[in-house]
T-cell receptor, first 112, second 111 residues
Framework: DGGITQSPKYLFRKEGQNVTLSCEQN?????MYWYRQDPGQGLRLIYYSQIVNDFQKGDIAEGYSVSREKKESFPLTVTSAQKNPTAFYLC???????????FGPGTRLTVL | EDQVTQSPEALRLQEGESSSLNCSYT??????LFWYRQDPGKGPEFLFT???AGEEKEKERLKATLTKKESFLHITAPKPEDSATYLC????????????FGRGTQLTVWP
């Protein structure tokens, strides 16, 4: 079955540690996205990538980094510079010219 | 500033009581409007894409409509399993695929 997988489902991190969230898709989609969701807020875009080896900052990129070395993978690193990282993180993908994005199941990150 | 506003924030319906959710937008150059359903602790599930004013799409008890300033998600005779948060998002033609999301409407349908 084609789809988007995110791992782990739950992640706990101590303050000052970097952590990497995994996102893999086998839909052959060109574009991939990372969003952050906080209670009572809409999805906010962190980073997005339209093609391999290229990515752009979204609205809240500070404290995060990404890479896009393979079409199928778009990992997100939450660095110690992110002041309030506890949130639900969602990865999505799409294939131009269709604009609808398809989401993974999410990773809930908690900073202890 | 572009904005997507959903109302109401929360809606409680009795089973079978039809209603509508609203999504108003102020983006320029709308390329598409999207509706998603999100269950607690899960990723959003794609429902509909609307591209032009007057367009309508249906899926089971849901019907989405679009005008030049807003979209409605009509829910006919809802069931408890329709309980979820419904998200609206818009795509501007100038922004290379990125979507702008509203905060969602949390729908609860009780038996």
């Amino acid at each position: 079955d084609g789809g988007i997988t995110q791992s782990p489902k739950y992640l706990f991190r101590k303050e000052g540690q970097n952590v990497t969230l995994s996102c893999e898709q086998n839909l052959n989609h060109d574009a991939m996205y990372w969003y952050r969701q906080d209670p009572g807020q809409g999805l906010r875009l962190i980073y997005y990538s339209q093609i391999v080896n290229d990515f752009q900052k979204g609205d809240i990129a500070e404290g995060y980094s990404v890479s896009r070395e393979k079409k199928e993978s778009f990992p997100l690193t939450v660095t110690s510079a992110q002041k309030n990282p506890t949130a639900f993180y969602l990865c999505a993908s799409s294939i131009p010219p269709r604009d609808e994005q398809f989401f993974g199941p999410g990773t809930r990150l908690t900073v202890l | 500033e572009d904005q997507v506003t959903q109302s109401p924030e929360a809606l409680r319906l009795q089973e079978g009581e039809s209603s509508s959710l609203n999504c108003s937008y102020t983006v320029s150059g709308l390329r598409g409007l999207f509706w998603y359903r999100q269950d607690p602790g899960k990723g959003p599930e794609f429902l509909f894409t609307l591209y032009s004013a007057g367009e309508e799409k249906e899926k089971e008890r849901l019907k989405a409509t679009l005008t030049k300033k807003e979209s409605f998600l009509h829910i006919t005779a809802p069931k408890p399993e329709d309980s979820a948060t419904y998200l609206c998002a818009v795509h501007r033609g100038s922004t290379l695929g990125r979507l702008y999301f509203g905060r969602g409407t949390q729908l609860t349908v009780w038996p």
